[in-house]
């Protein structure tokens, strides 16, 4: 089955900074790669997502980029807040062929953004 | 972003009792799933759930686990006889087709 790796598990920046946050998924079928931002006690919440026939998304401050040869796919977040302060989660799904199936999702990125 | 809603938001149980965990789907949303996430970890799939049967389920749902939406109301996650290691967030998901999937607030299981 799919595994995901995520890297770091802690990330500490300064306000303003850039942040990033890579995943490596196993299963070259997978064709549905979305981060999750979740704040403490909270539901995961989607920010951002890229299908495999992209290789990159960018929504304001926070962009996707996805490499398929490689099997590898980061979150970038420009200019961090305090309010980005969160745990990121990456995934991936295969999808075979259909729009839905399981998420599999990576061990998760402590961001601490510093005021 | 879709509102999904959970109840209860938070269940105490004895160890060896049933507990039912509810989500309330959004209208339109056709695939459902439930994750579970221990504290500290990351969130792992348990079971996905379309056209009123189980489409996947991974090695966690075994036996002790049941889903079901009964007359197209709530969907359901059941534990039979649960377990100290049962303790967890349990996380409805849905998706409405086009691939993304939204989760609900969570129920907090403890089992004493």
């Known amino acids: 089955g799919e595994n995901v790796e995520q890297h770091p598990s802690t990330l500490s920046v300064q306000e303003g900074d850039s942040a990033v946050i890579k995943c490596t998924y196993s299963?070259?079928?997978?064709?549905?790669f979305p981060w999750y931002k979740q704040e403490l006690g909270k539901r995961p919440q989607l920010i951002i997502d890229i299908r495999s026939n992209v290789g990159e998304k960018k929504d304001q401050r926070i962009a996707v980029t996805l490499n398929k040869t490689a099997k590898h796919f980061s979150l970038h977040i420009t200019e961090t807040q305090p309010e980005d302060s969160a745990v990121y989660f990456c995934?991936?799904?295969?999808?075979?062929?259909?729009?839905?199936?399981?998420?599999?999702f990576g061990q998760g990125t402590i961001l601490t953004v510093h005021p | 972003e879709p509102e999904v809603t959970q109840t209860p938001s938070h269940q105490v149980t004895q160890m060896g009792q049933e507990v039912i965990l509810r989500c309330v789907p959004i209208s339109n949303h056709l695939y459902f799933y439930w994750y579970r996430q221990i504290l500290g970890q990351k969130v792992e799939f348990l079971v996905s759930?379309?056209?009123?049967?189980?489409?996947?389920k991974s090695e966690i749902f075994d036996d002790q686990f049941s889903v079901e939406r009964p007359d197209g109301s709530n969907f359901t996650l059941k534990i039979r006889s649960t377990k100290l290691e049962d303790s967890a967030m349990y996380f409805c998901?849905?998706?409405?087709?086009?691939?993304?999937?939204?989760f609900g607030p969570g129920t907090r299981l403890t089992v004493t």
């Open positions: 998901g849905q998706q409405l087709g086009l691939g993304e999937q939204y």
């Open positions: 995934a991936a799904r295969n999808a075979g062929g259909t729009s839905y199936g399981k998420l599999t």
């Open positions: 759930f379309y056209n009123n049967e189980i489409s996947e």
């Open positions: 299963d070259s079928a997978s064709n549905y």
